[in-house]
């Protein structure tokens, strides 16, 4: 069994964009510059952004945080995403997710211009993905195809299944893993909340990507043997070990699933830290109006 | 073995939108308008269209064929769609592919504007379609949709197969059939040509969905007893039993797999019918303004 070491391959990445940036600023180029709207108060949502602000800086980018009252009208927030994608400073943006209740997250992320949303949460970065058209896509698939291409897991022909149905993970995952490329390929089932006989179906999986939200859902009688487990899920938990009295846990039973792998990503230090390199490859995509000429 | 007609159900469903229309314009509103884009002179492409104009005028619809030369440039072309964006008469307009090969069609089809986009296939409606946003769905899969659900099928945690990954089919379809609403919430496997043990998968199937191409690929030791089949392929073969020398088929062997499934779709006379069904449908939502707003 060998870990899907994300935390390793995490900083492996940001050093290859590093690289990427000083190439870019000695050719006389700008560095890329993303920009985040943060909405309200949310604890989580200002420690996300504050890793991605500083994840900027590790490599070089530039970066910038327009902070709101949890009060900002639809109106006034729907002005500054205007204003972000006239602005020429700014190659990508996002706008930290959850906002609050009276504002349409939908419209929010339809106004975004696809050229500068390097979340790849707009409907027209959704559908070039889905069409297999450059696009920008989204963190979390976009760091798991990086993991299974960088860790030269084969997923030509073999059985993937994806546990999860989500706009952001699950459903772009399925399609992602499905296309014609020498990354993917592979046949994959979508299995859910309303899926019978789970266990029946995980079984077969020669690849199997978590992402359910429930912590230590797969158990190892779930589980092939010799599979890829990639677990998205991570979920905060008691316990008695730890001095905070909390624990992070994926959604896979790890020490009970892991020594039936051929590989398996931990939770912390698998999917999650690749997420925030997927932002920072799209910011550099952006900047190099790679996807969008 | 019940037969899923596509032939009575689209004549049904005509039926409902000219009912539809004629209340529009009782209510003082204008018929729908659509509108088709026909390049050079392919044989098959001219059938399509002209069939599409025969429709609109039985449900009371307006349309308007715009013919253009083989040799005309992609901009010209693209003139003609910025042309029909903006032309307040025209409701909704497709553009009948394929398209010369000096043309672009990925850069045509996107310069259409979503809202007029009746074939579905501009990213932001694939896109929204994914997200499970208020979209124009490509005919194919929405007529399969619809034949369904008028047949009352029962699909919730249902094990769905999808043999094929085409942009047009296979991939809206597996994602059509897993979303979260009450006539989808499937478990979807979708299969392809790089699948291995196809058999195997295609067995385990409660609903088998195929758009392969390729003429009686799916045999009866494919299928497992009580399935519902749909077949969406349709192959020209020679044939020594018909006048012509030529037969239609599916991708499914109907004769020997018929007698095992509960449900299943003829060729000619399943799926097809439906598909321009689907497009008058979504050329009365566009005059309705019923996707976008």
């Not at 991605?52 to 970066?63: A, H, I, P, R, T």
């Not at 997250?105 to 889905?130: C, Q, S």
Request: with cysteine.
């Amino acid at each position: 069994m060998k870990i899907l070491d994300g935390k390793k391959l995490a900083i492996e990445l940001k050093e290859e964009i590093e690289q990427e940036v000083k190439q870019i600023i000695s050719k006389g180029g700008k560095p890329p510059h993303l920009a985040a709207i943060l909405v309200g108060n949310d604890g989580a949502s200002e420690t996300y952004v504050a890793s991605k602000v500083k994840s900027c800086k590790q490599v070089g980018f530039e970066s910038s945080m327009l902070r709101f009252d949890e009060d900002i009208t639809e109106k006034e927030l729907l002005e500054t995403v205007h204003k972000l994608n006239k602005d020429t400073k700014v190659d990508g943006f996002i706008v930290q997710l959850p906002l609050p209740k009276h504002i349409n997250e939908n419209k929010i992320i339809e106004a975004i211009a696809p050229e500068k949303d390097v979340d790849g949460f707009h409907p027209v970065n959704v559908g070039r993905m889905l069409i297999g058209l450059p696009a920008f896509i989204s963190a979390t698939p976009a760091g798991i195809m990086e993991m299974l291409k960088r860790y030269n897991i084969d997923t030509q022909g073999k059985h993937c299944v994806v546990v999860g149905r989500s706009n952001i993970v699950g459903k772009p995952m399925s399609i992602l893993m499905a296309q014609k490329n020498e990354f993917a390929n592979a046949t994959v089932t979508m299995c859910h909340s309303r899926t019978k006989n789970m266990a029946e179906i995980t079984r077969t999986a020669d690849i199997l990507i978590v992402a359910l939200g429930s912590a230590e859902f797969i158990k190892a009688d779930m589980v092939k043997k010799g599979a890829v487990v990639i677990d998205v899920g991570i979920t905060r938990v008691k316990s008695d070990k730890t001095k905070s009295g909390w624990k992070l846990k994926g959604d896979v039973d790890f020490d009970e699933v892991a020594p039936k792998c051929s590989y398996i990503t931990p939770v912390p230090g698998g999917v999650g830290p690749l997420t925030i390199v997927s932002l920072l490859r799209n910011t550099l995509l952006a900047s190099e109006k790679k996807i969008y000429k």
